[in-house]
């Protein structure tokens, strides 16, 4: 396996792998922390989980010479890891907002949308556009029970929670968009799109933090489920 020659190919890959780091390390923090909200601490653990697999997997795509078909091969899995996380994310946004009940009752129809989703990039012939759509159309309405929650003081954390989705959204439209940018190296939009996500992922991470120590106890398991 060889480098690709593209530089913006290479610092793309590079941002990716340290997202993917960063994905890692949230998830592992997650895991570790004692909290009575073991469902809920367990939803986001898959959502950065799932985050990681991707960035693992664009690493590879955006970085290696690969054969076409091998490549082609890996962007399936690579969206519909993205397309679960997008879904997931709605699920935990209705957790704070509305409460573990109605998000249990969501998760199954989460799960069957990001696959829905998934599927219809691949009769759209792989559509960048319809992922961006559906990943807007989910952050916008999490932003939105954030923001609500972040305003009443119902939920602490939630307006990091809000920035972070807010930088997510900019994220995605620097990732839509053709812009690019020498910084010592060259980058293209989907190298700036991981560059704004690792501030988005570290203010989610803050938020979410604050959010699940409210309901730590002494004696808290740290094993997922629920």
Known sequence: MHLVASPTELTTAA???????????????????????????????????????????????HGLELPEPVRVGLWHPLNLSLGLTVGLFLVGGVCDWRGE???????????????????????LGGSFLTFVIYEAAALV????????????????????????????????AIQASTLSLRVIVPFDHNGLFHLVQLVA??????????????????GGTSVLGG
Do not use: E, H
């Open 15 to 61: 941002t990716d792998a340290v997202l993917g780091v960063l994905c890692l390390t949230v998830l592992w923090q997650l895991a570790v922390l004692r909290v009575s909200a073991i469902w809920k601490r367990a939803l986001w653990c898959w959502v950065f989980g799932l985050l990681t697999l991707a960035c693992v997997l664009g690493t590879v795509v």
């Open 101 to 123: 009940g109605a998000a249990r009752a969501l998760l199954p129809w989460a799960i069957v949308l990001g696959v829905g989703f998934f599927v219809m990039t691949q009769f």
């Open 201 to 218: 992922t570290a203010a989610l991470a803050i938020g979410l933090r604050r959010g699940l120590l409210r309901s730590a106890q002494p």
């Open 141 to 172: 309405a999490t932003l939105t029970m954030y923001i609500v929650l972040s305003t009443s003081g119902r939920l602490p954390g939630a307006g990091m929670i809000a920035l972070g989705i807010g930088l997510s959204l900019v994220a995605a």
